[in-house]
């Protein structure tokens, strides 16, 4: 059974930082396309940031550009989102996905793995 289980959400002042952590279990990021996605309430999910694992290429979209990073440790098999200078406008509950058929998936649809989500609430 594949599971991914994301950690690190909370609250947190304006300006402040979070790592979220998305540890996966019978599935590897190796070679998969990996994403964060994010939704607040009455509204879809959106992506937030997303690596081709056929280069290496790292997408962020433009609302959290220079302020979030996305990396992942083969060795830990967890993937992570550090998020730094947040506003309160990035609360949300935040989503790690992953697809083991796609080095890369180019929307929420060509994702087959989601965790349970994980609550980041920024206080302005």
């Known amino acids: 059974e594949v599971q991914l289980v994301e950690s690190g959400g909370g609250l947190v002042q304006a300006g402040g930082s979070l790592r979220l952590s998305c540890a996966a279990s019978?599935?590897?990021?190796?070679?998969?396309?990996i994403g964060w996605f994010r939704q607040v309430p009455g509204k879809g999910r959106e992506g937030v940031s997303s690596?081709?694992?056929?280069?290496?290429?790292?997408y962020y979209a433009d609302f959290v550009k220079g302020r979030f990073t996305i990396s992942k440790d083969n060795t830990k098999n967890t993937v992570y989102l550090q998020m730094d200078s947040l506003k309160p406008e990035d609360t949300a509950v935040y989503y790690c996905t992953a697809d083991p058929y796609r080095t890369y998936a180019r929307g929420i649809l060509e994702y087959e793995y989601w965790g349970q989500g994980t609550q980041v609430t920024v206080s302005s």
């Open positions: 690596i081709d694992n056929s280069d290496g290429t790292i």
């Open positions: 019978g599935f590897t990021f190796d070679d998969n396309a």
